[in-house]
């Protein structure tokens, strides 16, 4: 039962930077697809961004509209360990943010694609 634990969340203005780990706990798979989501109050929880292994030995970044060009996503293959850097920040980025794993090596960018998911992690921006 591989549980995903999510880390780095916390209050930033406008305008500033935050990072998000993701680590696994307990059992471990080898994670061919790993991703962040999103949930704010009244909203569905939305895909941010995602990272599939690809070709070539290396793995595909792939990203919201909303987010792309300011939110970067990387994993440390190893210890199938996930981090989400987020630049720029809004305040229409306050939500929960929650990791999220699945086994497919293909673009994975809804909810239902993922088995396992952490507990979420609090981002709050303020104006």
């Known amino acids: 039962q591989v549980q995903l634990v999510e880390s780095g969340g916390g209050l930033v203005q406008a305008g500033g930077s935050l990072r998000l780990g993701c680590v696994p706990s307990?059992?471990?798979?080898?994670?061919?697809?790993m991703g962040w989501f999103r949930q704010a109050p009244g909203k569905v929880r939305e895909f941010v961004a995602g990272i599939s292994w690809r070709s070539r030995n290396a793995y595909e970044p792939y990203y919201a509209d909303s987010v792309k060009g300011r939110f970067t996503i990387s994993r440390d293959t190893a210890k199938n360990t996930m981090d989400l850097q987020m630049n720029s920040l809004k305040p229409a980025d306050s939500a929960v943010y929650y990791c999220?794993?699945?086994?497919?090596?293909?673009?994975?960018?809804?909810?239902?694609?993922?088995?396992?998911w952490g507990q979420g992690a609090r981002v709050t921006v303020s104006s």
């Open positions: 307990g059992r471990t798979f080898t994670f061919n697809t």
């Open positions: 999220a794993a699945a086994s497919t090596n293909r673009r994975l960018t809804e909810r239902y694609d993922y088995s396992y």
